[in-house]
Structures are given as structure tokens and as C-alpha cells.
């Protein structure tokens, strides 16, 4: 009874994962534990898929640095103003002060409901120059963030129907093999049959003998063209499952340097969505033709605007005309902080990405040289390889 049951496994169900298992596991990266090395396409596309990798995360690197730098500059500017002079800060926070007072005024004289709330427009305000290409950048990167899931899932859902069928097979050929077995138990019973059948009781068994050797043939030849095929149908299963995980090891990478991305994002225009931050962009640009009508009042504004910009640029700041927007933050220093602190956030966030992706660049070009390193004979080609690649995209 054990004899059988070892010979004739039952067939697993086949068991889709769930979305969030691949969520829970998209910084998991697979192993090259199923490729063979020794099969040239298999080796290239694995290269390949590696100077793809690396490829991409220097290319965000380089985009994350100079994000970087941006964020760099505006602390920058902070630390000179907060290092001014009283004499010279006194200067600037009397237009500042000015500046804040006269908003306090355009908002009596506007004596309606607004269009949006007064944080809502500031915000908007400081991003007017970046929100419509921000508002394009998020409904793109969420919209990507959608594909990449999708085509995670897709991904997952064909590398388990992969797995699937390898162990399919794995089972059919063990199956096939108890098969064979006995078939040559039931063919040696039979010959001891006819044996005794010959000798004891002197009967002519040459017909059974025949009839013994024709079934035994053709069951072996079925069993032997069985094993063949399944042998075909594991190496088909096996070469798809290693290309599927190539191909799901790149869009993993996208997924976290998008979400990375969109985080950023979200945090940068402080918003919960492309939709949200369009919302507010419409109805600041309602907001702002209306407040052409307060002409005096933007005059003054106009003047001690030029003048706190002016006094500013004397310090050589990056973006002085910024702070025209942010008087708040020059007359309160908890305010101020509470910029800076916005700022501090955003750089730890470029940071991160920036460490993420040159650990995932020297991860793949240390994946590389490992192979290098374990199959010499490949080494020059897979070298050259890289040679090519940093000279087509000047890594």
C-alpha cells in the first residue's frame, strides 16, 4: 500500500497568491538559484536584465541629486537670513510685517466666501510656477503605480501557474516511473506464470509468451513516449518560469522607485492625489483673477514686495522672491522652523531614494562580477556586455 501511494502522488491544487502578498514582498528580490548559466540566452537575458537594473537606478540617482540640490539651496537660504544682522533683519521684517498686514487687509476687503481656504491658496501660491507640471507628474505616476500593480499581479498569478506545472510534471514523472515498475512486476508474474504453466502442468505457452511480450512492449513504448513529453513540457515550464522572474525582478524595481516617487510627491505639493491637487489648482486660478479687482491694496503689495526682494537679494540667496510668500515664516520663527522642518523631510525622503537605488545599482553590477567571478569562461562576454552598456547610456 505505501509502495503505491509513493508511486502515485495526487496533483496539488493550484492556488493564486493574493495582491497583497506581492505587496508585502516588493523589495524581495529572486535569487539566480533557477537559471542556468551554461544556456547562452538565458545567460544574456540575465545580464541583460541586471544592466537594465543598474541602468535605471543611476539614471534616478542622477534625477534624485539634483532634487536634492534644490532642497539643499532653500536651507541654504534659510540659514543666511536667519544669520542676518538685527539692523538688516530689522529691514527686512518691516516689509515682511508690511506684507502680512496688507494680506490681512485684502482678506476683510474681500468680504465673501472664498473660493478656498487662505492655506490652501499660499499653498498653491508657492507651487504656481511647478503645479501644473506637478499635477501632471503625480496623474502619471499614479497612473504607472496602477500598470506596474497590474502587471505585478499578472506576473505573480503566471509564475505560480509556471511553478505549477513544473511540479505537474515533476509528479507525472515520478508517476510514470511507478508505472514502469509495474509494468516489469506484472510482465516478470507473468513469465513465472507461463513457467509454471510450460513446465509443471506441460501446457504450450509460446502464445503467451508472445501475447505477454506485445502487451509489455506497447505498454512500455506508451509509457516511454509519456516521459518524453512530460520531460519537454518541464524544461517549456522551466524556461518560462525563469523569464517570468526576470521580468518580475525589473517591475519590482519600478514599483519601489515609484512609489518612492509618488510619496515624494505627495509630500512635496502636500497633497493626497493628482485629483485633489488639480481640484485646488482650478480653483486657485478662479481665486486669483478675482483678487485683480483689489488694485490699491495690491499696489502697496507690489511696492513692499519689490522692496523686501530687493533688500533679500543683497544676501545672494537662491530664491529670494520665495519669501515674498513666506513672511509668515521671517516674522515667526516657530513658522520658520516649521519650514525647515518641511524641507529636513523632504531631503531624508530624496535621501532614502538616492541610498535605495545605488545599493540596487551596486547590488546588480555586484550580481555581475559574482558571475564573473563563478563562470570565468563567460566572464569576457558578459563583460563585454557591460563595456557596451555603460558606453551606449554613459554610466
Known sequence: MNLFKKLFRKKREYEPLEESQWEEENEAQETRKSLDVTDRDQRIKYTESCLEQMGEAVNEVKRLQSEYRLVNAYLKDMEEIDALP????????????AIYALDADREQFRGRSSHMAESDYR???????EAEEGIRKLEEAEEYQEKIKKDLQRLEGEKHACKYRMDEAQITLL????????????????VMILLLLEFILEMDARIGYLIMAVAAAAVLTALFLRYKETEREL?????????????????????????GLLDYLYMKYNTESAATLSDLW???QVEKEERKKMQETEKELDFHSER??????????FDPVIWVHQTGALLDPKEMVEVRHGLILRRQNLRKQIEYNETTAAQAKEELMDLVKTYPRYAEEILDMVSAYEKKYKL
Open 175 to 190: 508517476n510514470t516511473r511507478g508505472m514502469v515498475i509495474i509494468c516489469m512486476i506484472a510482465a516478470a508474474a507473468c
Open 282 to 284: 482650478a480653483k486657485y
Open 123 to 129: 499653498k498653491m501660491e508657492r507651487l504656481a510656477d
Open 308 to 317: 523686501l526682494v530687493r533688500q533679500l537679494k543683497n544676501y545672494q540667496l
Open 86 to 97: 538685527e539692523y538688516e533683519k530689522s529691514i527686512v521684517e518691516e516689509h515682511a510685517r
Open 235 to 259: 524544461h517549456s515550464a522551466s524556461h518560462s518560469y525563469n523569464k517570468v522572474i526576470m521580468l518580475q525582478n525589473k517591475v519590482k524595481i519600478r514599483y519601489v522607485n515609484n512609489t
